[in-house]
């Protein structure tokens, strides 16, 4: 659920009603996501697929594929498969992130992790399970919309998992866990590609889906790249400054591994002032669309003013 | 490489010659496949990728997904990039089977196994990061097909591989390990979903690529469903009767974990037999191929006289 009283409209969002606009979206990708598995023999797999599917979280993600294409003349329907396909694929990364052989976490958003509940083994099948279920329920449930278009969007999202996308990220992250010498460059590739990649991943292929213009896709990509990155200092910022309730997920974990953060290279409040520039310039990409980029203007606020 | 003395073609094969068959066609894969996954940073991961990819193999999946697609009317070309995809898919699968939290093997193929070079979180983050990469791979790189045709192979694929399939197979091998009174409606579940659908879907895809029939690809999936089983029963049986130098990889590991195999359940002949008759009904499905069909008969003769 997205905590209403929490999030203070800025003056320039004030004619855009974002907390109803993310409950109905929230609300839509819910229903949506429920009917994407359902549970036959065996069981195991499926349940576990479900459990940290439908674990809740804001549906950032699905929503932003969605208001992207609807942006650019497209509708919620042509976007849902690929919008609950974003979700398996970040559910599939946060499963085998928690994993003991990675950042061995017990929890998340306030949960047991997968393998706490189901074991390593089936922690591990059931990420697989959902990573090709991704690609499966693209292909195969995407209507009215060119079959160019959605391999266009199966090639981008196979990018943004792959090496050159999350994986690659992860891997730098993995390797530079413990060094307090990462450089700025270094800690950039890292949240490029874990985070950044998926993320521009769900906002061209909103564009893409819709069929908009090359030029129209650049414009998202940029949007995309700075909301990325905003969201990943905001991230690193509420590792501090939030408390484990807040976030659903044990607090201070970076500090505890002495990572290298955006806050340890610029203190916490220069990297507020660095979020809300990038934010600034992401929304500026958006100009061109009008009235009809409300959302996602306010979606680009909205993550530096969240506080979980 | 294909052990070209250990096989001796029986009367049927005698016009057409499978050894030369299988060597070309392997080096065919074996070069595509070189050139999949070039090394950029950061490099360990794509190295433990190719680590696993390009370690040899018979490379049958790729070799019956172009032989289908050859059978049908298509190209090799239509389908090299299918292919590969399923190879690299295959091999996700062999990494992540081979983990501590799964089998726990230390060697595969007479190689160390990806996680004792590379370490755990890599090779979790490899197959990872190869299951992505067959999308992309397909999406991005199949030419000279209708795209409705590549979207079809890739949802196939991610079903074949997904709960539905292989991660299926894999869930309930689990859970029966240890268990001495698995039936044999389990143990064919879970060959037909552990090995079966993947085997299934480089049968299947190689006809959909070419543009095949409803009726010439139910027969695809016949003859696939019956050199599947065969397949499995063949394994199980040489992990008793072949040497760990045969089979580059860890002999005996069934009858150490109790598992309930084919043997098991119907002895050593009784099993080669039930193998046979399976490669037989398979060769019927293709009769209305006529020639075109030598190398795919071919192949399922080979299976049942493999030794390794």
Redesign the interface.
Known sequence: MVAADNLKPTPKQATFDLITYLKERQQLCEEALEQT?PVRY?E???EA?RYSLLAGGKRLRPILCLATCEMTGGTIEMAMPTACALEMIHT?SLI?DD?P??DNDDYRRGKLTNHKVY????A??????L??????????HTKNV???R???V??H???A???A?L??G???D??SEGKSDTSLETLNFIHNHKTGALLKACIVCGGVLAGASEKDLQRLSNYAQNIGLAFQIIDDVLDITATQEQLGKTAGKDQQAKKVTYPSLWGIEESRRQAQKLIEAACAELEPFGKAAEPLVALAHFITSRNH
């Open positions: 598995i065996p195991k797999i499926y697929m599939m085998h994993l052989a990675m074991g390593e083994d089936v591990i099948l059931a990420g697989d399970g990573l090709a279920y991704a690609f499966e329920y693209i292909a195969a060119p079959p160019e959605v391999l266009q199966v090639a999202l196979g990018r998992v792959g090496a996308g994986v690659g992860q891997v730098v993995l390797e």
